[in-house]
């Protein structure tokens, strides 16, 4: 499944999602990220929401501070290790000020899916 704003559509086609939610109000998205079984995104409201909402997640830090948030055992943080231009903004820039945005291209898949199963395997003990 593929969460986002409505302006976020067109970025997710090819994808392969099965099931879109774009452009939904927040009680809505809300809805739909408790019925996820766990979320993977970014410094961004839709991972906070998912939280708030009891669903475990994976946050992928790019150009933000990992250290921003309080400690939460079902969010499993990942990062790109000694980038040294990381964390360049406390919200992130609308693109890369180095033009390369190493932060996120840099994050490898398998480690994604790894903190994938840490955050279900976390989460499954606190739902
Ligand atoms: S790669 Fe670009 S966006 Fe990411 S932290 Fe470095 S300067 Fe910021």
Do not use: K, Y
Not at 64 to 88: F, K, M, N, W, Y
Not at 98 to 109: Q, T
């Amino acid at each position: 499944m593929a969460v986002g704003g409505a302006d976020e559509a067109p970025l997710a086609a090819g994808w392969g999602a099965e099931v879109e939610a774009f452009g939904l109000s927040l009680p809505a998205t809300a809805g739909v990220l408790a019925g996820c079984a766990a979320v993977v995104g970014g410094d961004s409201g839709l991972v906070h929401l998912a939280r708030a909402v009891g669903t475990p997640a994976v946050m992928l830090f790019g150009p933000t501070p990992a250290t921003a948030h309080p400690d939460d055992a079902a969010r499993i943080q990942l990062s790109v290790e000694g980038l040294a231009c990381r964390p360049c903004s406390a919200h992130g820039p609308r693109r890369c000020p180095r033009g390369h945005h190493a932060c996120l291209d840099r994050l490898e898949p398998n480690d994604v899916m790894g903190g994938l199963h840490a955050a279900l395997d976390r989460g499954s003990c606190g739902r």
